[in-house]
């Protein structure tokens, strides 16, 4: 087994990897286990699980990726199915990584490919952006949503296992390297998984993988991020200090997509969006968000903290923005508090700070937008 142990990620913190590959051991269960089940252990270890009618085994995420994954060995000692249960995070143009390497593992030696992952914000930093997947012999045929406000997403294909065999036999070097290969244990397990060959069955064919543009991607994942924050850490919305420059315009930009992908999910029928809406907007008398412009006036609070040295073009620019997101919007000026505490620190020191422009040193110039920024960070908590 292979865990990973770099950029997010340091599982080798909380786990020790198994490292045993020649054998299965037997893993006492817990009473309470025993006594449902009617079993006292089970196989523990490296291995896969051997049915009737075909084999299958599971990766972890990082194994995937790995020099060696184990599904090459696993390929060659007859499992036909392979699983992944994954953590992974999203990151721009990350998809096509995954779908490469779920193509790569079963377009040379054949193969079901079915990959799962996570999808949502976990009340950490990282978005899971789902995309569940069904690969066969390098095919996509089944592929989830990648961004989505919903809580679980099955994909389901139907599938030939024969179309694997196929395949297998007709490659030469795969036979050859299986009749060689190092024997990997597995568990017998009396039970057919297959449903009898149906011409009425139509199977899944292969599809062209959908992929997001990086601009989709930069609104959609931020965007759904958001909404599972939001809704799980039981506030009443955002409040955003808007200067009407690229940093906080972007940040607004964000919020008024996950307003719009919110009333989109109600449209389609989401009735778990729809509740959280109604929560967190307060909506009453059976109302519920139809218009993105509306639900952000309800839980989107942007406000304009300008001073004597705020451009009327920032000024303007945070004011359209806001409008067309439909943000209840402020504009403020903190030119008194900045005055309050500069005639203060006169009054203690003797000396009012100047701006550079005006004669004053770098160190002056400094703590001037210092202040400001300070200003603005106290009074946008105190909004908040």
Known sequence: ????????????????????????????????????????????????????????????????????????????????????????????????????????????????????????????????????????????????????????????????????????????????????????????VPYSLCLPFDLKIRLSVPLKIKYHSPEEEIAFGPGCWLWDYLRRSGASGFLLPLSGGADSSSVAAIVGCMCQLVVKEIANGDEQVKADAIRIGNYKDGQYPTNSREFAKRIFYTVFMGSENSSEMTKSRAKVLADEIGSWHLDVSIDGVVSALLSLFQTLTGKRPRYKVDGGSNVENLSLQNIQARIRMVLAFMLA
């Open 1 to 188: 087994m292979w865990l990973a142990n770099d950029g997010n990620y340091r599982e080798l913190r909380w786990f020790t990897a198994w490292k045993q590959r020649d054998q299965l051991v037997d893993f006492q269960l817990p009473d309470h286990i025993s006594e449902a089940i009617g079993q006292n252990s089970v196989p523990f270890g490296y291995g896969f699980v051997k049915f009737r009618d075909t084999a299958i085994a599971a990766e972890v995420c990082e194994e995937l990726f790995t020099p060696s994954p184990p599904h090459a060995e696993l390929a060659l000692n007859g499992v036909e199915v392979f699983m992944n249960a994954s953590g992974s995070h999203h990151q721009l143009r990350k998809l096509d990584v995954r779908l490469r390497a779920f193509i790569g593992a079963t377009h040379t030696r054949g193969g079901v490919y079915m990959y799962s992952n996570h999808q949502g914000c976990d009340g950490g930093r990282l978005y899971y952006d789902g995309c569940a997947s069904v690969v066969v012999n390098g095919d996509v045929v089944a592929q989830g949503s990648q961004f989505s406000l919903n809580d679980i997403e099955l994909v389901v294909a139907s599938i030939d296992l024969d179309v694997v065999a196929s395949l297998r036999g007709s490659l030469s070097s795969f036979q050859e390297q299986a009749s060689c290969k190092a024997n990997v244990p597995s568990v017998d």
